[in-house]
């Protein structure tokens, strides 16, 4: 199929920040399943660590890895050391204005805040800020990692200052869905780490290395409306094996080495973002010959790149799952709006612990396309389309698209 970028003509609204932000799962996150979270479970408010913990993992005192839980997290939080949660599912973490996870342990051994692993599934990430110590390069932890994770939504969260990354993904991980996140660097580097490298802002790290057996034919990510802001310096991200689509991103930051690391059998798609001027934008940083393929196409500060390197199929993201998209001439005034564009910036209440306080958007089941005679489609096809979506509260919205 030729390369379709998705235009909206009637356009549905949800709750969120501007009206560019739909509030819901995009792209990876909603192929082949659904993120949901804690949709339909209790709802609690947590203000330490034990409460946050408790809130995970437990029922009645009693541990219960997968029932469903909607968990607000109010202030700061403090962590001591990386926390891991296996098998974590169901769950949807919610920061209220001004939430934070933080870990000021710069050591390899206690550095990091939160590592999802051993299969956790269906988890929802919203407006929480993640505070580390600053980058060091001594192989330590990130502000977040999922490892052999599948169906997590981050969203509206604030990356700052981690040791070795603010947020990796790696180990076979898949269906992820990356929305409206800010990633910086506040501190300045240390120095002298067992590494070598004297200045880490290195940010997203997908897929850990190059012999790994579990990360081919995984790690696929959707990046969208984030921003990569002042101090990062790298890994924006850097990807191995994975299908990863960057779609209206912001890049602010004047010093990068560079933007998009093209890993061994990685196949990259950067569309209509924008690129601060005389930025290095991709790079090869591992061995030579790697096999890679990249697509950058309609962005500010950034030429159409179409580069293969190996014999691989270049991936179009339009022919996985249907998408909208901004005006690349839009993307710095809207995600890079300090009160309503990427970061932790919604404002989400409480209501003292009901979970009837906020509206947890709902989540598209099934979509059927149809062209315009009402003949059903098997995917979204050049020009005029109508999209049937079956929604998790019994609704169903009818969307006009047209595919260019």
Not at 279 to 293: C, I
Not at 379 to 401: A, C, H, P, T, Y
Request: overall charge negative; proline content about 2%.
């Amino acid at each position: 199929m030729a390369m379709a970028l998705v235009m909206a003509i009637g356009v549905y609204a949800q709750s969120g920040t501007t009206s560019y932000d739909i509030g819901m799962p995009i792209g990876w996150a909603t192929v082949g399943g659904n993120v949901t979270g804690g949709s339909g479970g209790e709802t609690v408010t947590v203000t330490t660590f034990q409460e946050f913990d408790n809130a995970m993992l437990r029922v009645n005192g009693k541990k219960d890895t997968e029932v469903k839980r909607i968990i607000y997290v109010k202030g700061d939080i403090f962590f001591s050391t990386l926390i891991t949660y296996n098998g974590v599912k169901n769950k949807t973490i919610i920061g209220l204005p001004g939430a934070s996870f933080v870990n000021m342990d710069q050591t390899k051994k206690n550095s990091g805040i939160l590592k999802f692993t051993n299969n956790c599934q269906n988890i929802i990430l919203r407006n929480m800020t993640f505070k580390g110590p600053g980058a060091y390069d001594v192989d330590g932890n990130d502000n977040l990692l999922i490892q052999e994770g599948h169906y997590f939504w981050v969203d509206h969260c604030d990356f700052q200052d981690g040791v070795d990354g603010n947020f990796d993904i790696n180990n076979g991980s898949d269906h992820i869905a990356v929305t409206w996140c800010r990633f910086r660097y506040l501190l300045e580097p240390k120095a002298g780490g067992s590494g070598g490298a004297n200045d880490h802002r290195y940010s997203n790290l997908i897929g850990s290395s190059d012999s790994s057996t579990k990360d081919p034919g995984h790690l696929n990510v959707t990046f969208a409306n984030c921003w990569w802001d002042v101090g990062c310096m790298e890994r924006c991200p850097r990807v191995r094996f994975g299908k990863v689509h960057v779609l209206n991103c912001l890049f602010t930051n004047e010093g990068y080495n560079y933007c998009f690391g093209t890993g061994i059998e990685s196949n990259i798609y950067v569309e209509k973002c924008h690129i601060c001027e005389g930025t290095s934008v991709y790079k090869n940083p591992g061995k030579s010959g790697t096999t890679y393929n990249i697509t950058i196409t309609d962005c500010i500060g950034a030429n159409d790149v179409r580069e293969r390197v190996g014999t691989n199929d270049y991936f179009i993201p339009s022919n996985f799952y249907a998408y909208t998209s901004m005006d690349k001439a839009l993307v710095k005034e809207v995600v890079g709006d300090e009160q309503t564009g990427a970061g932790a910036t919604l404002d989400v209440h409480d209501g003292q612990g009901e979970s009837s306080s906020i509206e947890l958007p709902s989540q598209t089941l099934h979509t059927e396309y149809f062209d315009a005679a009402g003949i059903q489609q098997s995917r979204l096809k050049r020009g005029f389309n109508i999209l049937r979506k079956s929604e998790s509260d019994g609704s169903v919205r009818v969307i006009k698209m047209l595919g260019l």
